[in-house]
């Protein structure tokens, strides 16, 4: 009863209308850039990231956080159906099936089904997260350094392990993450470390300008040079045809136990260390293809494989989210560009949030709330309005993002070197993604880098030097065999095929971005 008292404080502070106000814009922006070709929420939240430093007001800035990463979900379902363009891979499974039922006809049944689904989701996922993330707060205050050092490096080996065909190129985008987050001074003893003689970057390089180089420079040059292979061509919507909510009583029933489902598998991945929405996304769309009576439809345009991958999608936020607030440690991209956004604060999310901050904590919850409803009113009936976004010439988009990339840096940091780093890191990302390397190592790799070192460091002075600590203390231990399991896991389907006398390709699935 305590957690839905803190629940009901989180909904008075968020039914003002200044925080009202606040989750509308959120989900307005977020919509709004999620609609645009190729933009997914990380993407979308590190363009509005040096916003934050015109604001004073966490608790707002939260919410309109939250509002953009839901609302950025959302419009990348309408992408998919109508464009065939997914902004990230966690929605390529809505592609498949919801694109081919727009070219049926029956593109609003594709965006009714992915919108409530993701209504339902979201709304379920964000009840679990209500109950789940005080008691795992509570749990994490018994951890202690090595604890925190232990999960950290499987954090980054787990997502740098299953993101991308190549563990090698994998390790080489965590090892150039881990690299940016070491330059600056030595938080212990003050020593200057890769600066190479330069006082602009005796305090680092800042993480908004990391994250902004990375995501909106790098990402939006990487999408301008595919322009010619991406399509243009934008399904047109159906007549409006009888039904409630653009479906017909088939298509309802056929829709809410992959919804259902679909919530299931999303929740818990999520908050794994590996987490994020793509894994749960395919194994949602597998399963639904597996078990559904209309196997003939797969590929064609199976309501099932746009109502359950969306569902998880949506499903898979709330579950980020339990790790990013309780211990303060990010499962996929865009929950590390959400924890740089806490940074900016002076806020660090674990435990101690709960307790030193806990108006800002449970109204953040309280918003995912309102943030699924505002979504579900703001998407359906605005849909003609959604798709005249998709009509934006797309050279001057680009070049849109970039301007404001640029400003957004520059406000950030009143510096022309940081924008110069910005953009050299924007070209090495590029690059990455040119020739296959994942970007979201490197961004868990300057987030959770410094850190994992601080919490290593402070282990060896709490243990006199004696590294037996690391696996004679029995979390840590488990974390570190998870460790070695997260490096062996993708593997595991080629050794097992070879044993059979088969062959198997490595696991991996698309990068969360």
């Known amino acids: 009863m305590n957690v839905f008292g803190d629940l009901l404080q989180g909904f008075s502070t968020v039914l003002s209308p200044e925080y009202l106000l606040y989750a509308a814009i959120g ?227 056929r829709s809410w136990r992959p919804w259902l489902r679909g919530t299931v598998v999303g929740f818990p991945f999520g908050a794994l260390p590996s987490g994020g929405a793509d894994v749960p996304t395919f194994l949602s769309y597998t399963y639904e293809k597996h078990r559904s009576k209309n196997k003939g439809e797969f590929g064609k345009g199976a309501i099932e494989g746009v109502a359950g991958p969306e569902a998880a999608n949506n499903a898979a936020f709330s579950g980020v989210l339990v790790p990013l607030l309780t211990l303060g440690i990010p499962t996929s991209a865009t929950a590390a560009v959400m924890l740089a956004s806490f940074q900016v604060f002076n806020l660090q999310p674990g435990p101690q949030l709960f307790e030193k901050s806990p108006e800002l904590v449970w109204a953040l919850i309280a918003s995912l709330y309102l943030g699924n409803v505002l979504l579900l009113a703001l998407n359906l009936p605005l849909i003609r309005l959604w798709v005249k976004v998709l009509q934006i010439p797309r050279p001057a988009l680009y070049a849109g993002i970039l301007v404001f990339a640029t400003l957004g840096v520059y406000a950030a940091s009143n510096s022309f070197v940081q924008v110069l780093i910005a ?38 002075l709490l243990s006199n030097g004696d590294l037996s600590v690391l696996v004679t203390r029995p979390l840590t231990a488990v974390l570190l065999s998870l460790v070695v399991v997260a490096v062996v896991l993708p593997y595991l389907p080629r050794i097992i095929a070879r044993l059979r006398g088969r062959t198997a390709e490595r696991l991996a699935f698309g990068e969360d971005d």
């Open 27 to 253: 989900v307005t922006l977020g919509t709004f850039v999620g609609v645009l070709p190729g933009i997914g929420p990380a993407l979308t939240i590190a363009l509005l990231l040096p916003v934050t430093f015109t604001l004073d007001d966490p608790i707002g800035t939260f919410i309109m956080f939250a509002g953009i990463y839901y609302g950025a979900m959302y419009g990348g379902s309408t992408t998919s159906i109508l464009l065939n363009t997914p902004g990230e891979s966690a929605s390529v499974a809505t592609a498949i099936e919801g694109h081919q039922m727009a070219r049926r006809g029956r593109a609003r049944a594709a965006l009714a089904t992915a919108a409530i689904g993701s209504f339902v989701a979201g709304t379920i996922s964000t009840l679990l997260l209500t109950l789940f993330a005080k008691p795992v707060a509570s749990l994490a205050t018994t951890f202690r350094a090595a604890d925190y050092f232990a999960l950290a490096l499987l954090a980054m080996v787990s997502v740098t392990a299953l993101v991308g065909r190549s563990l090698v190129r994998g390790l080489m985008s965590l090892t150039f993450g881990l690299f940016l987050g070491l330059v600056g001074l030595d938080g212990l003893t003050g020593q200057s470390r890769f600066t190479f003689g330069s006082l602009d970057l005796l305090e680092g390089i800042d993480i908004v300008v990391v994250i902004v180089g990375l995501f909106a420079i790098g990402e939006t040059l990487y999408i301008a040079s595919r322009l010619r292979q991406t399509p243009e061509h934008i399904t047109p919507l159906d007549p409006v045809r009888g039904g409630f909510a653009w479906m017909s009583r088939q298509e309802w029933s």
């Open 423 to 460: 953009y050299v890191i924007g070209v090495i990302g590029f690059g990455m993604r040119h020739f296959g390397f994942p970007i979201a190592p490197v961004i868990l790799g300057v987030i959770l880098g410094p850190m994992m070192e601080l919490q290593f460091r402070r282990t060896l």
